[in-house]
């Protein structure tokens, strides 16, 4: 068999993988950026947690999806750009529409909060966002495919904080990653960098941290701040 008869056979094999209606269902469901659980996407492809598993897995197989274990918790995403923007042209053929993804998490938790030591919600995905638009955040050595590194512009901002890199690089702990946030459902960042920047905003004021619950209030010095120096508006 020929290259061309190899990229047929791989064209046909991912066109199939699409094709199925619940199949389908799930990677438009995907197309907003947000990852779901397998039990979220078989209510959406209308069909039982079982019989979503089988097409996750073909999904997966097909290179279309990513799963991302957070604890006990499977959450699935797109691959990556080339997935979606294949299906946003099929999309256009067919003149599709899509529904928004709209959280249930309540406001306070969902504005900002803490995930473990590091601050997550809609501020902390901001961050992620800004960071990598900055090009502060490149993605890491290693085998893990969610790691992050600081480029040198990055590792420069981080330090104007006061935040010491090298001694985050030497602790027994992931340097930095992305945390997959379960209320917006995309990443912010997660490990020692994440914490250092948690206990900067929490040393500086820029947050408080409720006493009954993990919600960080953002404090008018904070919006300020977070603008001025990350273009961040919350």
Request: aromatic share 6%; glycine share 8%; hydrophobic share 45%.
């Amino acid at each position: 068999m020929n290259v061309d008869n190899h990229a047929d056979a791989a064209v046909a094999r991912i066109a199939a993988a699409i094709g199925e209606p619940a199949r389908a269902r799930i990677l438009f469901c995907l197309m907003d950026g947000h990852a779901r659980t397998s039990t979220e996407l078989a209510v959406v492809a209308e069909v039982s947690p079982s019989t979503a598993s089988v097409h996750l897995n073909r999904l997966k197989t097909e290179r279309l999806i990513n799963v991302l274990v957070q604890g006990k918790h499977r959450f699935y995403s797109l691959e990556g750009p080339n997935v979606a923007n294949a299906l946003e042209g099929l999309s256009v053929l067919a003149g599709a529409s899509r529904e928004k993804f709209v959280p249930s998490t309540p406001g306070p938790l969902r504005a900002a909060r803490t995930c473990y030591d590091h601050i997550a919600g809609t501020l902390g995905v901001q961050l992620h966002d800004r960071f990598k638009a900055l090009h502060w955040l490149v993605a890491g050595s290693g085998n893990r495919s969610d790691s992050y590194d600081l480029t040198p512009d990055g590792a420069k901002a981080i330090q104007a904080l006061g935040i010491n890199v090298g001694a985050i690089r030497e602790l027994r702990r992931r340097f930095a990653y992305a945390c997959l946030d379960w209320s917006e459902r995309r990443p912010h960042v997660g490990g020692g960098l994440g914490a250092a920047l948690m206990q900067t905003a929490l040393k500086r004021k820029w947050v408080i941290q409720d006493l009954d619950s993990r919600a960080l209030a953002v404090t008018n010095l904070g919006r300020r701040e977070l603008l001025v120096r990350f273009g961040v508006q919350i």
